[in-house]
């Protein structure tokens, strides 16, 4: 079975420190898709990312800095110098490659204090 | 991006009225749609995957009869809360795929509905 686990389920941090939001997966297919979604008080997903499982290249983007290890099974994501405005709940989700569901994390909420 | 709309985008109703919820895919054609919900502070769950010009596909414990989807255009699909109780109160959103090339289909999210039945 898939499975998405994002064991913090609320953190706060003072603005401009560093936050790494966990994500575990669990498949036993060989070719899936890894994704971060934020959902602000909006309710409307925005999507920041998306990595192939044969990717295993960090990526970054801006303030934003994703590490895939599939050895451990890990999609983390880190937020640096981090703003009051990246204040939202982040999920991290799975997507197999022989259908096009997506499973997701339940989800880390994340206060930015000023 | 592609654009995928929601209508309407809150409803407040009366227990045991049924409620439509719209799902459009503004600029592309979407052979399938998926509805998820989303309970407050939870995370998002998939109700059901929703094809064109056949039945819907139902996730394991949704029930079918209570959530009628139709998927009758290549641009629409519907959802309806048949006789609302409190307990559907949730944020619906519902998502349309785009078939890519390379083997790779985009997905993109409506914005949500908000439902709250009284």
């Known amino acids: 079975a898939q499975k998405v686990t994002q064991a913090q389920t609320e953190i706060s941090v003072v603005e401009k420190e560093d936050v790494t939001l966990d994500c575990v997966y669990e498949t036993r297919d060989t070719t899936y898709y890894l994704f971060w979604y934020k959902q602000p008080p909006s309710g409307e997903l925005v999507f920041l990312i998306r990595?192939?499982?044969?990717?295993?290249q960090n990526e970054i983007s801006g303030r934003y800095s994703w590490n895939f290890q599939k050895s451990t099974s890990s999609f983390n994501f880190t937020i640096t110098a981090s703003q009051v405005v990246d204040s939202a709940v982040y999920f991290c989700a799975l997507r197999l490659n022989r259908d096009d569901k997506i499973i997701f994390g339940k989800g880390t909420r994340l206060h930015i204090l000023p | 991006g592609a654009v995928v709309s929601q209508h309407p985008s809150r409803v407040i109703c009366k227990s045991g009225t049924s409620v439509k919820i719209e799902c459009r895919s503004l600029d592309f054609q979407a052979t399938t749609m998926f509805w998820y919900r989303q309970f407050p502070k939870q995370s998002l769950m998939l109700m059901a995957t929703s094809n064109e010009g056949s039945k819907a596909t139902y996730e394991q414990g949704v029930e079918k009869d209570k959530f009628l989807i139709n998927h009758a255009s290549l641009t629409l699909s519907t959802l309806t809360v048949t006789s609302a109780h409190p307990e559907d109160s949730s944020f619906y959103i519902c998502?349309?795929?785009?078939?890519?090339?390379?083997?790779?289909?985009?997905?993109?999210f409506g914005p949500g509905t908000r439902l709250t039945v009284l």
């Open positions: 998502s349309a795929i785009r078939a890519g090339t390379g083997g790779w289909n985009e997905q993109f």
């Open positions: 990595r192939n499982s044969f990717d295993e």
